[in-house]
């Protein structure tokens, strides 16, 4: 039985016509030749070949080809097709046994990626730790400081450890980016330059900032 005869006619209006058309049609690639051989007919300009639903859609310009001929040149294609062997499917032996080492091969990667985000995570937290510790015990040599002004010996705390977490979070891009573009990233100096004068002018105690601007 020719694949011409299992192509079953569902729809046809002026310019626009619907077939439905047998599994072999709705492989990959004979679905593409198929779908460009009806494109390169004179008059089609638009071809959808719906390959779950086993349809295919035909519209084209009246003025210069009826459906008739249509339905022909369809036909001698499919013939065409057929003789050059374009309407058997290929076979996906080749791709099935490449299927598990393509996994595989993902699956490693995968956990290379992973390895590798957790190892550099697990840096970031060792380094900030470490940093943290050393801002405790700075902190924690000055006693005095928390014993005259509590409050003030958190909030200098606090700070440490927000421009710890800043420099932190910003680093690699102040080393690759900011020092060599100044200019276009002169706003973010400024924040930064900014931030260090809050750092420095909150230990400088208040009477040596009265003094100067007196």
């Given at each position: 039985m020719?694949?011409?005869?299992?192509?079953?006619?569902r729809?046809?209006?002026e310019g626009?016509?619907?077939?439905?058309?047998?599994?072999?049609?709705?492989?990959?690639?004979v679905?593409?030749?198929?779908?460009?051989?009806i494109?390169?007919?004179?008059?089609?300009?638009?071809?959808?070949?719906?390959?779950?639903?086993?349809?295919?859609?035909?519209?084209?310009q009246?003025?210069v080809?009826d459906?008739?001929?249509?339905?022909?040149?369809?036909?001698?294609?499919?013939n065409?097709?057929?003789t050059?062997?374009?309407?058997?499917?290929?076979?996906?032996?080749?791709?099935s046994?490449?299927?598990?080492?393509?996994a595989k091969?993902?699956?490693?990667?995968?956990?290379?990626?992973?390895?590798?985000?957790?190892?550099a995570?697990?840096?970031?937290?060792?380094?900030?730790?470490?940093a943290?510790k050393?801002?405790?015990?700075?902190?924690?040599?000055?006693?005095?400081?928390?014993?005259?002004?509590p409050e003030?010996?958190?909030?200098?705390?606090?700070?440490?450890?927000?421009?710890?977490?800043?420099?932190?979070?910003?680093?690699?891009a102040i080393?690759?980016q900011?020092?060599?573009r100044?200019?276009?990233?002169?706003?973010?100096?400024?924040?930064?330059?900014?931030?260090?004068?809050?750092l420095?002018?909150?230990?400088?105690?208040?009477?040596?900032?009265v003094?100067?601007?007196?």
């Amino acid at each position: 039985m020719s694949i011409q005869k299992e192509i079953v006619l569902r729809y046809q209006v002026e310019g626009h016509v619907r077939f439905q058309i047998p599994a072999q049609l709705c492989d990959a690639g004979v679905a593409k030749a198929v779908s460009d051989g009806i494109s390169a007919i004179d008059g089609v300009y638009r071809v959808n070949l719906y390959r779950s639903q086993q349809k295919l859609s035909i519209r084209y310009q009246e003025s210069v080809t009826d459906f008739k001929t249509l339905a022909k040149q369809l036909f001698a294609l499919l013939n065409t097709l057929d003789t050059q062997g374009s309407l058997q499917p290929k076979p996906k032996e080749v791709s099935s046994r490449l299927a598990p080492l393509k996994a595989k091969a993902s699956a490693k990667m995968d956990d290379f990626r992973l390895t590798r985000w957790a190892k550099a995570k697990y840096v970031e937290t060792k380094e900030t730790v470490q940093a943290a510790k050393i801002i405790t015990k700075l902190g924690m040599k000055k006693p005095t400081a928390f014993i005259k002004d509590p409050e003030k010996a958190i909030i200098d705390f606090c700070n440490d450890i927000l421009v710890l977490f800043m420099i932190r979070l910003h680093w690699p891009a102040i080393t690759q980016q900011w020092i060599l573009r100044p200019l276009q990233y002169r706003y973010e100096w400024l924040a930064l330059i900014y931030m260090v004068f809050l750092l420095v002018r909150s230990r400088t105690p208040k009477n040596k900032r009265v003094s100067k601007s007196a």
